[in-house]
């Protein structure tokens, strides 16, 4: 089974789609996460995407296309996939629709998750995020248990550099500009699938699984 996930950042893409990667068994691929990662070890991909995510402005297409079609060739994705974060731009869309063309396995479905901007702002302000895990918390709706430690591994949790209010708005004016025609893109290949996200995580989990009940 293979999914994307749209929705503004903060609409809980990362928070859901641990769910359903837990529920199907197919991995969670999160752009943002590989991207952070590369910015972590100082590889040259990190070098460069830094400069544009500190900005909250998207890394060039080529570069996303490139690592993308190669997490997808891992062995752990032949099953399915949620991709969460990819694609962000319609030339990503198109570059995907190829790679998936080719092998004969088209999407299922586009899910997007629908939040207004202030939740967004609150969400993203209020989230710290586990770097070992990527498990993420929420110091109003989901705070970790022992203060600033990871519930499951113990790890201090941590800020992302592109989490204050400056940064956050710029991501959602992004989003607007490149990110939201693909919701005409997908609409008119019938995959797409609206869930009303502005809701506890758990009925937002079986909002998601009711919206894909004729694909699970
Ligand atoms: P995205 O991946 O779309 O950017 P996240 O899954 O990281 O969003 O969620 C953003 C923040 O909001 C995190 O701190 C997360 O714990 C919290 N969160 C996610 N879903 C909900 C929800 N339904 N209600 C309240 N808080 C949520
Ligand atoms: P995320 O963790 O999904 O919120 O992504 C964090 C940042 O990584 C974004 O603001 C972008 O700078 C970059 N990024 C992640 N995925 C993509 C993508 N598909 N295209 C371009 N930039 C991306």
Request: proline content about 5%; hydrophobic content about 40%; aromatic content about 6%.
């Amino acid at each position: 089974m293979r999914f994307v996930f749209l929705g503004l950042p903060g609409a809980g893409k990362g928070t859901q789609a641990r769910v359903l990667s837990e529920r199907l068994g197919i991995p969670q691929i999160s752009t943002g996460d590989t991207l952070r990662e590369a910015v972590q070890e100082g590889t040259a991909l990190g070098i460069e995407a830094r400069t544009f995510m500190d900005r909250g402005e998207y890394v060039p297409d080529g570069i996303m296309v490139r690592m993308v079609d190669e997490r997808l060739h891992d062995a752990d994705a032949s099953k399915g996939f949620i991709l969460d974060g990819f694609q962000r731009t319609v030339p990503q869309a198109r570059a995907l629709e190829e790679v998936l063309g080719q092998a004969g396995t088209p999407l299922d479905a586009v899910v997007q998750f629908l939040i207004g901007d202030v939740t967004a702002i609150r969400r993203i302000i209020g989230r710290s995020t586990c770097p070992a895990c990527k498990r993420t918390y929420h110091q109003e709706w989901s705070p970790p248990a022992d203060d600033s430690l990871c519930d499951a591994d113990g790890t201090p949790l941590e800020k992302r550099s592109d989490e204050d209010a400056l940064t956050v708005k710029r991501r959602l004016a992004v989003y607007r500009e490149q990110t939201q025609p693909l919701e005409a893109f997908y609409a008119e290949r019938d995959v797409l699938r609206a869930v009303d996200a502005e809701a506890p995580v758990a009925v937002v989990s079986a909002r998601m699984f009711d919206a894909l009940r004729d694909v699970l």
